[in-house]
Structures are given as structure tokens and as C-alpha cells.
């Protein structure tokens, strides 16, 4: 099975192989359409089996017309929801026109794929309000080797895959949206457990993405990245035991905006022991929203792209280098007051400041806290 980080600049397309069966998962942006055509066209594909559109913005669909007009293309997996652009008319149109049916799976449905499978994960729910949250995930398996690729998916959608029941950890994770700051929660990153993060984005884009605290987790879980805006396109070949690439990972953590210092500076670690892990997973919940609402103004111009994150809103980050930390895990319900209280497993425990943890539900360990 090989698959095909295609350099779409800020965008997203995949192309799979596996077995004379052909996935494409998303096709970038109108600039980078006719490249992902002929890309294909190099690649020898004349069908595709399965054309899978995550969500609607235009850096993921636009290049899926050029293939509908230029392949063979046997089934299109789609998100059920509607788009407000005339894009969207025009894919559906497309699609009309050949007389193919949109398939919206629910989460959970498999299909066979060449030598392997793909399942769907997400979108457990639909927002019409928000395209990216609609974004349709899929875990693709070859033998012992699993990918899973989440469109522009954010953390609400991440957490309804964790909760989904399914086994999530992979090889391969391509981080949702760009690796911004709406996606990429550390909850979703210990559940897939990835040896391999391949981030989709523009070289100097306007939207900052990559986001330095995603990029900071990534890197305190010792996860090796691959780039398309470092190293263009990127192929990985499995044969069901061992993942091959064509080049090494670039292992370059950098976020895509220079100026982002990530939430680092802002939270001062109240315990002494904690990791470089728990300690992201502390600035995550502090300063997210913050960012993605400048984002969204500075791109307010183009696509739905950066959509502000609507759960938690922005902390008073002048407080939190007094805040009091606790201990949580992913699956726990409980905050504690060190991570080894024996309520817990110490290696799966993060670090979030008290008032995080109770506005997210966890309640006081009776042994740690009374
Ligand atoms: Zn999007
Ligand atoms: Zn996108």
C-alpha cells in the first residue's frame, strides 16, 4: 500500500494505492487542481475506487472536481452536510452528472481497500454551522500498519473519535487541520499514539499553522514529523509489517508562526517532577482559544479556515502562573494531586490547572484531596 502526501501548499490531498484500488482523501486547493490531476495521471490511475471529500472548504475539494472530470471514479464518501459556495454547487453538480451516488457513512462502517480496510471515524455529528468540525476521519489498515487521516476535524470531533469505541492508535497521523491550534488535543494524540506525524500546510502561511503547542506535543512524545511545507510531497509504503519512506522525517518542530511562543511562558510549573509532556498538555488548555480568533481575523478574507474555537473561553492568563495544578488522565474522572496517588497511572496522567480540570467535570481524588 503506498500513500501520497501530495504538496498541495496550504491544503490537504492524499493519494492511496493498494492492489489496483485507488483512494484519494481530499484533492487541495483550485491553485494545486490541475497538479493533483497530473500527479495522478504520472501515477497511472485511470479509476478511482473511492473519492472521499472530508469536509467542504475549498483547500480540500477543490482538486476532487479536476479528478471527478479527469478519472474514472467509482464511489464519493462525503460529509452530509451543506456548503454556502459555489464550489460546493459545483462539486455536487459534478458529481450529479456522473451519476454517482454521495455516500455519508456513519462512524464505525468499513470498507476493503486493496490489501487492507478503511473505517470511518468521524463526523459523529454534524454542525451546519461549522465545515470543519463536519470533517469525515478515516483509519486506513494494511496488515499491522494503520493511517488516519482527519480532514480539518478540531478537538470536539476528536474527542467523540475517542469516545467512539474504536481502536484509534496508528502508525501515521496526519494532525487535523494543519496542525492549528483546534486540533491535535493530547487526549487524541495518547489515543492514536503515532510514530509518525505528516503535517499538511503552505510554506509561510497566513493562518500560523503549524501551531507551536501542537508542534511542542509532538515533539515531547517523540513522534517524527514529516513536512509537505519542508519537503514537498511525501510517499510511505507499506507491506503490512513495515512502513517505508522516501525520505527521512525532517523532524522539524518549528511552528509555522515565528512569533508564537506557544503558552509555555504564561504557566509556571507549581511541581517540580512533571515532564515536557504533562507540560504542554497544561498550556493546552490555556490559551487556544486566544489564538485561533487572531487567526481568523487575518484570514478573514479567504476560506472558513481558522474558525474560532468555540469550547473553552480564553482564560485570564494573568492569573495562571498562580494557578494550582492537578493531575488528570484521559479516561480518569478524577483530578489528583500528584500523579502517582495511586488512583492512577503516572506514565498517562497530564498536568491542567484545578479550575481546567473542574470546568471540564473532573472531580477532587477522594485519597489525594479531602
Ligand atoms: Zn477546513
Ligand atoms: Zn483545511
Known sequence: MKVHFLDVGQGLSILVQSDGQTMIYDGGDKSTSSFVVSYLQKQNVTTIDYLISSHYDSDHMAGLIGCLNAFDVKNVISSDYEHDSKLYQSFIQTVADKGLPMQHPAVGTEFSFGSGSFQ????????????????????????????????????????????????????????????????????????????????????????????????????????QVYRTDK??????????????????????????????????????????????????????????????????????????????????????????????????????SKYHNKNNCGQTDPSKASEISRSEAESRGYEPCKKCFR
Do not use: R
Open 231 to 332: 519537503q514537498g510531497t511525501i510517499i510511505a509504503v507499506s507491506d503490512g509489517t513495515t512502513i517505508t519512506w522516501d525520505q527521512e522525517p525532517c523532524n522539524d518542530y518549528s511552528p509555522g508562526d515565528k512569533e508564537d511562543k506557544g503558552t509555555q511562558a504564561q504557566t509556571s510549573k507549581s511541581k517540580g517532577s512533571s515532564s515536557s509532556g504533562s507540560m504542554a498538555a497544561a498550556n493546552e488548555n490555556s490559551s487556544s482559544g486566544n489564538k485561533e480568533v487572531s487567526a481568523a481575523s487575518a484570514g478573514a478574507s479567504s476560506q472558513v479556515e481558522a474558525t474560532p474555537q468555540v469550547t473553552a473561553a480564553p482564560q485570564d492568563t494573568s492569573s495562571t502562573s498562580n494557578e494550582e495544578m492537578v493531575w488528570i488522565t484521559a479516561t480518569g
Open 120 to 223: 470511518i471515524l468521524a463526523p459523529a455529528t454534524i454542525d451546519p454551522n461549522d465545515s470543519n468540525k463536519n470533517s469525515v476521519a478515516i483509519k486506513l489498515t494494511n496488515g499491522d500498519n494503520s493511517f488516519i487521516f482527519t480532514g480539518d476535524a478540531e478537538n470536539t470531533s476528536e474527542k467523540a473519535m475517542c469516545e467512539s469505541g474504536i481502536d484509534l492508535s496508528c502508525d501515521v497521523l496526519v494532525p487535523g487541520h494543519h496542525g492549528s491550534a483546534t486540533a491535535t488535543s493530547w487526549d487524541f494524540l495518547q489515543a492514536t499514539v503515532p510514530e509518525y506525524a505528516v503535517i499538511s500546510c503552505g510554506k509561510d502561511n497566513q493562518y500560523g499553522h503549524p501551531d507551536k503547542d501542537v508542534m511542542d506535543k509532538l515533539e515531547s512524545m517523540d513522534i
